[in-house]
């Protein structure tokens, strides 16, 4: 069975920063793409940054270019985004998902077939 566990959300002033890992079950991370999604309040669910499993490219969404770094640990099995210089609009439930894709699923959000329960991130001005 697969299963994601995404936490490390939290309450922060504007300006700072926030690292979220998610952890895989029953998912090697070679076995396909790693992205985190958020979804803001009132607002539809968007995709923020993803990881190709073949060959490690990262992408990210023109919102969070420049401020945020989605990593992973293999040794660990753990997926990281890293947040600097947050912004109140980055405010939102954050979700990290899988998908067996390898290298083109993106941002897709229907390429993906696993999900995390969603960690929530509060950015106070």
């Known amino acids: 069975e697969v299963q994601l566990q995404a936490y490390g959300g939290g309450l922060v002033q504007a300006g700072g920063s926030l690292r979220l890992p998610c952890t895989l079950f029953g998912f090697a991370r070679d076995d396909g793409d790693i992205a985190w999604f958020r979804q803001a309040p009132g607002q539809e669910r968007e995709g923020v940054s993803c990881?190709?499993?073949?060959?490690?490219?990262?992408y990210y969404a023109d919102s969070v270019k420049g401020r945020s770094t989605i990593s992973s640990d293999n040794a660990k099995n753990t997926v990281y985004l890293q947040m600097d210089s947050l912004k109140p609009e980055d405010t939102g439930v954050y979700y990290c998902?899988?998908?067996?894709?390898?290298?083109?699923?993106?941002?897709?959000?229907?390429?993906?077939?696993?999900w995390g329960q969603g960690t929530l991130v509060t950015v106070s001005s």
């Open positions: 990881i190709n499993s073949n060959d490690g490219s990262t």
């Open positions: 998902a899988a998908t067996q894709a390898l290298g083109w699923a993106l941002m897709r959000e229907y390429e993906y077939d696993w």
